[in-house]
Nanobody
Framework: QVQLVESGGGLVQAGDSLRLSCAAS????????MGWFRQAPGKEREFVAA????????YYTDSVKDRFTLSRDNAKNTVYLQMNSLKPEDTAVYSC?????????????????WGQGTQVTVSS
């Protein structure tokens, strides 16, 4: 079992930055791919970014490339999502998730463990 706890969300203005954190605990000795997803009101959950299971490759959805950056601190079992130049359309609940090496990085259904989510609201 892996427990995930997100933090760092908040209310910001367009153009501002936020850094989300996802702290993992439990069975963290195994390698997991770590992903970030978001869900806006009335919309389906969508992929944002992910590390592969080795942690040496990243994937981003097109709408956040060049604005969002993944990083990780293995000593703290924490993954970060640095979000710059935020836009109102980035407003959503952001959740981190972990999956084993199998399955697509882009599909929520491939992930085994989820955090509770953190709200990001970007005002115009």
């Amino acid at each position: 079992q892996v427990q995930l706890v997100e933090s760092g969300g908040g209310l910001v203005q367009a153009g501002d930055s936020l850094r989300l954190s996802c702290a993992a605990s439990g069975r963290t000795s195994s390698n997991y791919a770590m992903g970030w997803f978001r869900q806006a009101p009335g919309k389906e959950r969508e992929f944002v970014a992910a590390f592969n299971w080795r942690g040496d490759r990243t994937y981003y959805t097109d709408s956040v490339k060049d604005r969002f950056t993944l990083s990780r601190d293995n000593a703290k079992n924490t993954v970060y999502l640095q979000m710059n130049s935020l836009k109102p359309e980035d407003t959503a609940v952001y959740s981190c998730a972990a999956k084993s090496y199998s399955g697509s990085y882009y599909s929520p259904s491939a992930y085994d463990y989820w955090g509770q989510g953190t709200q990001v609201t970007v005002s115009s």
